[in-house]
C-alpha cells in the first residue's frame, strides 16, 4: 500500500531523492515520514511531517534531508543532500492516520560509498 522509490548508491557528498506515494485505500493520512535502519541497528526516525506540515528531524540529518509533501498524490519526499557513508541504510515509508493506524513501505536501500 506504501510504494517507495529513489534509492540507489552515492557517493559522499552526493544526493538522492526517496518517494513514497501511498495507495489510494489509504486515507486521512496525519503523519508521513521516513525511518531508517542500519545493519545491526534498530529502525530509528530520520524525519517526519503532519498534516499541518510541522517537519522534525533527527539531530544528525538536520540541514541536509528535507522532508516534504504532496497530500493530493498522498506521496511523501525525502530530498538528501551532502550524503555521508554513516546514512547509509534501508529507508521505510512511514504513514500513520488519524486513528495512528500505521502503514510500512518495503524498504529502499540507500548506500552511500565511495
Known amino acids: 500500500q506504501l510504494v517507495e522509490s529513489g534509492g540507489g548508491l552515492v557517493q559522499p557528498g552526493g544526493s538522492l531523492r526517496l518517494s513514497c506515494a501511498a495507495s489510494?485505500?489509504?486515507?486521512?493520512?496525519?503523519?508521513m515520514g521516513w525511518y531508517r535502519q542500519a545493519p545491526g541497528k534498530q529502525r530509528d526516525l530520520v524525519a517526519s511531517i503532519n498534516s499541518d506540515n510541522r517537519v522534525e528531524y533527527v539531530d544528525s540529518v538536520k540541514g541536509r534531508f528535507t522532508i516534504s509533501r504532496d497530500n493530493a498524490k498522498k506521496t511523501v519526499y525525502l530530498q538528501m543532500n551532502s550524503l555521508k557513508p554513516e546514512d547509509t541504510a534501508v529507508y521505510y515509508c512511514?504513514?500513520?492516520?488519524?486513528?495512528?493506524?500505521?502503514?510500512w513501505g518495503q524498504g529502499t536501500q540507500v548506500t552511500v560509498s565511495s
Open positions: 489510494g485505500s489509504i486515507f486521512s493520512i496525519y503523519v
Open positions: 512511514n504513514v500513520k492516520n488519524y486513528d495512528w493506524t500505521e502503514y
